[in-house]
């Protein structure tokens, strides 16, 4: 079954860096997106950030661009959010997720998040 | 920035229908998707693309949209449903977008 295992969260001093990791299994990894999302304690969703199936198209939401980095690797069914520059409103479960995407007519395009992982907290003291 | 308008709270009755809305600027033309979230929990995917139920989702779930609105039916609402509750979109200028989030309380 399809599964995603996220780790490398912890506490982390604001200004210092931290890289999460998404270990993917139970399907072709390579084949698709993966995003990350996270979660501010008592709060909503935010998406963070997404790499295409291989690796060369990236995007960042506003709040976390030029600070955060997603990359993958796919020999290793992993990916990846290098977070540097932290910050106190950071602090959150952050949680990767698997693209669903449907093509046509030649092209594809994202339309949900079909599996999610358990999550990994991290937590920027003020 | 693009946002989806979401009730903060509905509440229903166990075995009634509860209806939990969506709304945004130019969301008819968008797909919609419902991520169903229980207490300490991860999200789950219970609907895309407007109305398509994900394998294993309950029958009971069901999408529709009209206009810019997207509504999430809940029929016959068991307890097990009692959930925090999350529409979303992709935007061309935004990317991926969550409501708000609906707190839903089965009483």
């Known amino acids: 079954q399809v599964q995603l295992v996220e780790s490398g969260g912890g506490v982390v001093q604001p200004g210092r860096s931290l890289e999460l990791s998404c270990a993917a299994s139970?399907?072709?990894?390579?084949?698709?997106?993966i995003h990350w999302v996270r979660q501010a304690p008592g709060k909503g969703l935010e998406w963070v950030a997404v790499?295409?199936?291989?690796?060369?198209?990236?995007h960042n939401a506003d709040s976390v661009r030029g600070r955060f980095s997603i990359s993958r690797d796919n020999s290793k069914d992993t990916a990846y959010l290098q977070m540097n520059s932290l910050r106190p409103e950071d602090t959150a479960v952050y949680y990767c997720a698997r693209d669903l995407s449907i093509c046509s007519g030649g092209s594809c395009y994202s339309v949900a998040l079909d599996f999610w992982g358990q999550g990994t907290q991290v937590t920027v003291p003020s | 920035s693009y946002e989806l308008t979401q009730p903060p709270s509905v509440s229903v009755s166990p075995g009634q229908t509860a209806s939990i809305t969506c709304f945004g600027d130019k969301l008819g033309d968008k797909d919609a998707s419902w991520y169903q979230q229980r207490p300490g929990q991860s999200p789950v995917l219970v609907i895309f693309?407007?109305?398509k139920r994900p394998s294993g989702i309950p029958e009971r779930f069901s999408g529709s949209k009209s206009g810019n609105t997207a509504t999430l039916t809940i029929s016959g609402t068991q307890a097990m449903d009692e959930a925090d509750y999350y529409c979303?979109?992709?935007?061309?200028?935004?990317?991926?977008?969550f409501g708000g989030g609906t707190k839903l309380t089965v009483l």
């Open positions: 693309q407007d109305a």
């Open positions: 790499v295409s199936y291989d690796g060369t198209n990236k």
């Open positions: 139970g399907f072709t990894f390579s084949g698709y997106a």
């Open positions: 979303q979109a992709w935007d061309s200028i935004a990317a991926w977008v």
